[in-house]
């Protein structure tokens, strides 16, 4: 029997009664969406319990997610993504295994971005609720402590928003990927600087003293390198700084031509905001992850105008069943679809109707899309075969193509585009295959005579 979801792309029926419930759950428990029924599961067979009619049984994916505290804003992004595919796949037929179908159910905690209640959460996850299968935590510090507990259980655990390489080199068996990984993050920023100004050299890499971060700014300065460009300045910045003046002081008298840097969204804002404040230029910057949310520029304002940022995913790069590439197969909603379900869970079920679409929410959809597929090719919860169907997975979603590295998990398949702040609008600007406006270079905000 085909699963449901391969034919889904033509399929529009929303299913009310998912909704409903999904949504009286939430009024009955203030911090666990779907509370599951306890109990292991057989190792050869679906571990379920009594759902809809027209479902055998329920799968449950556990989570610990930062709804709270210094990763709030990724992390409430990332549930929303994630419970807007668990309702489309749910109102698509569910995960077909031995010819039955099985309801999705999200069972997620709030970690409040803490590493001690991540190794709780996830503790509590396995061994409490049962769950057989996980998506990690956002940031690749938190998702670096639930690692080993996922490795130590047996669980399969995707990483929607640890991009660290460093977590891939452990030997974990049981985590995977999902985004591209942190050690790429600027390379095609890089690529596209060089096309449009083959003279520049001085470049500047400033980080966010954390795991992620500092993953991405070697990378960076190794692809540079290879590039030609001159590092004239490499140095990192407190996680909890309030003030960048001094070490921004010191970057203005490097005198780059390019900046390139950040951490996540709050650092990020700081960032911007005293660079234009110490009285930094240069011809084009580039900020991780806070760029990417439409608070940034409710923030800054002006001041975000040319900024550019690496992005796993924008709403406007039209990933489709048409365009599907060789050797790969359309699985899960379409864009469309994914941004129509994610604007219903965030004003329905979150209570949070101006949430604002991120890459981040699209990171947490995909990694469902990727459990419910291996899910579906393992025909079983049993963690080994779920892990061993992964290998196999070269699946084209909304999200791009996910293909993963059978020996450490890490992401081979997706690829980050660039996308840059343009008259108060986030616009992808590279590659030119996909772009939807010229990049805006040199920058007029940043770069003055």
């Given at each position: 029997?085909?699963?449901?979801?391969?034919?889904?792309?033509?399929?529009?029926?929303?299913?009310?009664?998912?909704?409903?419930?999904?949504?009286?759950?939430?009024?009955?428990?203030?911090?666990?969406?779907?509370?599951?029924?306890?109990?292991?599961?057989?190792?050869?067979?679906?571990?379920?319990?009594?759902?809809?009619?027209?479902?055998?049984?329920?799968?449950?994916?556990?989570?610990?997610?930062?709804?709270?505290?210094?990763?709030?804003?990724?992390?409430?992004?990332?549930?929303?993504?994630?419970?807007?595919?668990?309702?489309?796949?749910?109102?698509?037929?569910?995960?077909?295994?031995?010819?039955?179908?099985?309801?999705?159910?999200?069972?997620?905690?709030?970690?409040?971005?803490?590493?001690?209640?991540?190794?709780?959460?996830?503790?509590?996850?396995?061994?409490?609720?049962?769950?057989?299968?996980?998506?990690?935590?956002?940031?690749?510090?938190?998702?670096?402590?639930?690692?080993?507990?996922?490795?130590?259980?047996?669980?399969?655990?995707?990483?929607?928003?640890?991009?660290?390489?460093?977590?891939?080199?452990?030997?974990?068996?049981?985590?995977?990927?999902?985004?591209?990984?942190?050690?790429?993050?600027?390379?095609?920023?890089?690529?596209?600087?060089?096309?449009?100004?083959?003279?520049?050299?001085?470049?500047?890499?400033?980080?966010?003293?954390?795991?992620?971060?500092?993953?991405?700014?070697?990378?960076?300065?190794?692809?540079?390198?290879?590039?030609?460009?001159?590092?004239?300045?490499?140095?990192?910045?407190?996680?909890?700084?309030?003030?960048?003046?001094?070490?921004?002081?010191?970057?203005?008298?490097?005198?780059?031509?390019?900046?390139?840097?950040?951490?996540?969204?709050?650092?990020?804002?700081?960032?911007?905001?005293?660079?234009?404040?110490?009285?930094?230029?240069?011809k084009l910057i580039g900020i991780l992850v806070a760029p990417?949310?439409?608070?940034?520029?409710?923030?800054?304002?002006?001041?975000?105008?040319?900024?550019?940022?690496?992005?796993?995913?924008?709403?406007?790069?039209?990933?489709?069943?048409?365009?599907?590439?060789?050797?790969?197969?359309?699985?899960?909603?379409?864009?469309?679809?994914?941004?129509?379900?994610?604007?219903?869970?965030?004003?329905?079920?979150?209570?949070?109707?101006?949430?604002?679409?991120?890459?981040?929410?699209?990171?947490?959809?995909?990694?469902?899309?990727?459990?419910?597929?291996?899910?579906?090719?393992?025909?079983?919860?049993?963690?080994?075969?779920?892990?061993?169907?992964?290998?196999?997975?070269?699946?084209?979603?909304?999200?791009?193509?996910?293909?993963?590295?059978?020996?450490?998990?890490?992401?081979?398949?997706?690829?980050?585009?660039?996308?840059?702040?343009?008259?108060?609008?986030?616009?992808?600007?590279?590659?030119?295959?996909?772009?939807?406006?010229?990049?805006?270079?040199?920058?007029?905000?940043?770069?003055?005579?």
């Amino acid at each position: 029997m085909p699963s449901p979801l391969r034919a889904a792309a033509s399929n529009r029926a929303v299913i009310v009664l998912a909704a409903i419930v999904l949504v009286a759950v939430v009024a009955a428990a203030a911090i666990l969406l779907l509370r599951g029924g306890g109990g292991e599961a057989e190792t050869e067979a679906p571990q379920v319990q009594q759902a809809e009619e027209k479902f055998a049984g329920t799968i449950k994916i556990g989570a610990s997610l930062s709804l709270t505290g210094r990763y709030s804003t990724e992390g409430t992004r990332t549930l929303a993504g994630a419970l807007a595919v668990v309702e489309w796949i749910n109102d698509n037929g569910g995960v077909e295994i031995g010819g039955k179908r099985y309801k999705l159910e999200l069972i997620y905690y709030d970690d409040e971005s803490q590493p001690d209640r991540v190794i709780a959460i996830v503790e509590k996850l396995i061994k409490e609720d049962g769950v057989k299968v996980l998506l990690a935590p956002y940031s690749s510090g938190l998702t670096a402590k639930a690692a080993p507990v996922a490795e130590r259980y047996g669980v399969v655990m995707v990483s929607h928003g640890g991009a660290s390489d460093k977590i891939f080199q452990q030997g974990y068996k049981y985590v995977v990927q999902v985004l591209t990984p942190a050690s790429r993050y600027f390379q095609s920023t890089l690529d596209m600087i060089r096309k449009l100004d083959p003279d520049a050299k001085r470049l500047a890499i400033i980080y966010k003293e954390s795991e992620f971060a500092r993953t991405v700014a070697e990378g960076t300065r190794e692809y540079a390198e290879k590039l030609g460009f001159e590092i004239v300045f490499f140095e990192s910045y407190p996680a909890d700084a309030t003030d960048l003046t001094p070490i921004l002081t010191k970057l203005k008298a490097a005198q780059p031509e390019i900046i390139l840097g950040g951490g996540h969204f709050k650092d990020g804002v700081l960032l911007v905001k005293q660079m234009k404040e110490v009285g930094i230029k240069a011809k084009l910057i580039g900020i991780l992850v806070a760029p990417a949310h439409p608070d940034f520029y409710k923030e800054l304002g002006e001041i975000a105008e040319t900024i550019v940022y690496p992005s796993q995913w924008e709403p406007s790069v039209k990933y489709s069943p048409e365009n599907t590439p060789p050797g790969y197969e359309w699985y899960g909603p379409t864009i469309e679809e994914f941004v129509e379900y994610y604007n219903r869970v965030a004003a329905e079920v979150l209570g949070k109707p101006d949430l604002g679409l991120s890459y981040h929410a699209a990171e947490g959809g995909a990694a469902v899309l990727f459990i419910a597929k291996a899910i579906e090719e393992a025909q079983s919860l049993d963690p080994d075969r779920i892990r061993d169907a992964m290998n196999k997975i070269r699946i084209y979603t909304f999200f791009g193509k996910l293909q993963i590295d059978p020996e450490t998990g890490l992401q081979i398949g997706h690829e980050m585009v660039v996308a840059q702040w343009q008259n108060g609008k986030r616009v992808v600007v590279w590659p030119e295959v996909v772009a939807e406006a010229a990049p805006v270079y040199p920058s007029p905000v940043w770069w003055e005579d």
